[in-house]
């Protein structure tokens, strides 16, 4: 047995080439990106920036646009992506439900409206990122106890109804605390970075656990999986991430819907290599779409638009050359 | 092996079935007989741990089931679902992988000690081959003995199959029942639910007859097994027909009279 058990490079190279391709497309954007808007750099530019920037000289209003501005948010942009990846992949995973995301489920509102009610309230920095993970965890819970008192025929459908109820009555309320406060605010990106890699470090240490939630109730209990405590973990961690996400960035839809199922097309549902696949993937595009927002100068194009536009023929494309079901 | 005392099976707000006690050994198979919602599913979940007794209790291997952890439990009973839809693309070896939570710590994943244990439960189900595959693209007849690979690589001595061969065709079915005669040969100890009293007769030590949730009959598969015990369980008439050693189930050549169940 044992001679098949080793992996010959080829098979290995073939397990990490889509996690490295999809890598070297984020570097070769975050780069792009960074050359891209108001204030046009030419790539050569851009070097000349980053290395003397590596040797602290950032004067000149090349340096201080890289540096100051253009940088940060294309870190906090690529970090919202995968964070709301990760989440989606996470919720789908869980629920067995391809139409679950971070949005559908009204995480995304719970989190939005607990973020903003704290700014309203003027809380600060991790008060707000907690009140947005509690508005998070409120809102699916809400969501999952409505959808299991109805009288299902189909749970799947249920579930989503359900949570997209459930998210635009949150989003009437964030709706009336945005007339009060503005939910785009410095939130200074480290706690975001600890929110999100608390999350992830999770994920990453029960992937292969987490993989067996997929399976029947039954099914998985019976292969001694402690499902209620570990589903438990699951929808905390991808909550946070959402919550994340969100209180940096507004409610942000599409990605974690459509993004789990890209990187679910590409490498198979194993959550030990899912994970980090959807994470770079969903970098990447929201990056490409805050550039593409950046680059249009006449107007301020809303990034649902453009999360639609870019994110929908990418899928489709998938679609056609899946040779595996999404589920 | 398994024992269950006075066991009273059923949900919080309804009780299924109650007063069954029973016990099986290594080396022995028990068939569960029972018309459509007789209770056999029900039943077996509450052998498995999945469903808490209502009353009575379930000893495997000489521990009551309420004091075994679920990690603990998966060591000693393995469990082979009934055939549902298809979930997420999973590969074979990956399905067959997930067998080893039952023995891995929390955090840990399958190494290479346990993918030699997944090849080699493939290969001893003759589907080695499938590995690579996706188990959702698999035909049924794979499907099942896939399953059933996952639930020998648990390790466990004890194997729950709910209707194996449901669903299956004739060759399948054949295929399915020699696996199982051949692993309670290797010395484990396996309960089945099936709609087929030949494959009770023909492949099981003891016959479990459930109807309505009490049993109708428990004990050794060819005392319980009679013609009269069969039309009582499914309602129909039946002849017992004899083929040299072999004993068939068919239903009444004077046309299915109903009998009093």
């Known amino acids: 047995m044992s001679a098949a058990v080793v992996q010959s490079p080829p098979r290995r190279w073939r397990r990490i080439a889509p996690f490295s391709i999809a890598l070297a497309a984020l570097v070769v954007i975050a780069f792009v990106s960074i050359g891209v808007g108001r204030y046009p750099l030419s790539p050569g530019e851009v070097l000349g920036v980053l290395w003397s920037g590596l040797h602290d000289a950032t004067e000149g209003t090349a340096g201080a646009i890289v540096w100051q501005i253009r940088l940060p948010r294309i870190g906090v942009a690529a970090l919202v992506g995968a964070a709301l990846s990760v989440a989606g992949a996470a919720f789908q995973h869980l629920f067995r439900n391809p139409l679950v995301a971070p949005d559908t489920l009204g995480v995304s509102a719970g989190a939005a409206l607990g973020a903003v009610l704290a700014i309203v309230f003027g809380a600060r920095l991790v008060a707000i990122e907690a009140a947005a993970f509690a508005g998070g965890l409120g809102a699916v819970g809400i969501v999952m106890l409505v959808a299991h008192r109805l009288p299902a025929r189909d749970p799947l459908v249920t579930l989503i109804l359900t949570g997209v109820v459930v998210a635009s009555l949150l989003g009437a309320g964030i709706s009336l605390a945005k007339t009060i406060a503005d939910p785009y605010n410095e939130l200074p990106a480290i706690t975001f970075w600890l929110m999100g890699s608390f999350a992830s470090s999770t994920y990453l240490a029960l992937a292969w656990r987490i993989d067996l939630l997929a399976l029947a109730e039954d099914e998985a209990r019976a292969l001694g999986v402690r499902t209620t405590a570990l589903r438990l973990v699951v929808i905390a961690s991808a909550t946070l991430a959402t919550a994340a996400a969100v209180a940096v960035s507004g409610i942000i839809g599409w990605v974690g819907l459509i993004v789990p199922h890209m990187a679910r097309l590409i490498v198979g549902p194993a959550f030990a290599r899912l994970l980090p696949l959807a994470a770079v993937l969903g970098a990447g595009l929201m990056l490409a779409i805050d550039s593409v927002a950046r680059a249009s100068l006449a107007i301020e194009v809303p990034p649902g638009i453009l999360t639609a536009v870019i994110g929908t023929p990418a899928f489709i494309a998938l679609l056609a050359r899946a040779r595996r079901d999404l589920f | ?261």
């Open chain 2, 1 to 261: 092996m398994l024992a269950a005392c006075d066991l009273a099976f059923g949900f919080a707000t309804r009780r299924v079935g109650a007063g069954v006690s029973l016990e099986l050994a290594r080396g022995e198979t028990l068939a569960v007989l029972g018309g459509n919602g007789a209770g056999k599913t029900t039943l077996l979940r509450t052998l498995l741990g999945l469903l808490p007794a209502l009353d009575g209790y379930v000893e495997v291997d000489g521990h009551d089931l309420r004091s075994l952890h679920a990690q603990a439990r998966a060591q000693k009973i393995a469990y082979v679902p009934q055939q549902q839809a298809s979930g997420f693309a999973f590969t074979v070896l990956d399905m067959v992988l997930m067998s080893r939570a039952a023995h891995l710590p929390l955090l840990a994943r399958p190494g290479v000690r346990d993918r030699g244990i997944g090849l080699d439960a493939l290969s001893r189900l003759g589907v080695a081959h499938l590995a690579t595959r996706v188990f959702a693209e698999l035909s049924g007849g794979e499907r099942q003995l896939v399953l059933i690979a996952r639930a020998l690589a648990q390790e466990a001595p004890l194997l729950v199959l709910d209707e194996p061969t449901a669903s299956l065709d004739f060759g399948n079915r054949a295929r399915v029942l020699a696996e199982l005669d051949r692993l309670r040969g290797g010395g484990l100890a396996i309960v089945f639910s099936t709609h087929e009293p030949e494959h009770a007769l023909a492949h099981a030590d003891y016959a479990l007859l459930l109807a309505s949730g009490r049993p109708l009959a428990f004990d050794a598969a060819s005392t319980a097994l009679t013609a009269d015990n069969v039309e009582r369980l499914y309602g129909v008439a039946v002849d017992l027909v004899e083929v040299g050693p072999r004993k068939l189930f068919v239903p009444a050549a004077r046309g299915a009279r109903a009998v009093p169940r």
